[in-house]
Nanobody
């Protein structure tokens, strides 16, 4: 059974930093593409950043240059380093794992962690 457990959210002032972590279990982590999504109140869930099994990364335009996604396959963990945070980054952040099984892609989600950027 695949489980994704996020941690690291909280309240931070504008311009501050946070690092989110997502620990995965029940899957061959190194083979999976991983991602971070976020959902603000009244808005749709959106992709923030993703990283392939080979380490290639992709970012939403709104976070380029401020956020960095990385993975540690030895720890089965993916990280999201968030710098220069803005109030508009306030949202629930979700970890995502895309797992290929018999040629089909399945998405798994964590429970989410709240990030609030406010003075």
């Amino acid at each position: 059974q695949v489980q994704l457990v996020e941690s690291g959210g909280g309240l931070v002032q504008p311009g501050g930093s946070l690092r989110l972590s997502c620990a995965a279990s029940g899957t061959s982590f190194s083979r999976n593409a991983m991602g971070w999504y976020r959902q603000a109140p009244g808005k749709q869930r959106e992709l923030v950043a993703s990283i392939t099994s080979g380490g290639s990364t992709n970012y939403a335009d709104s976070v380029k240059g401020r956020f960095t996604i990385s993975r540690d396959n030895a720890k089965n963990t993916v990280y999201l380093q968030m710098n220069s945070l803005k109030p508009e980054d306030t949202a629930v952040y979700y970890c995502n794992a895309q797992i290929l099984i018999a040629g089909l892609a399945y998405n798994y989600w964590g429970q989410g962690t709240q990030v609030t950027v406010s003075s």
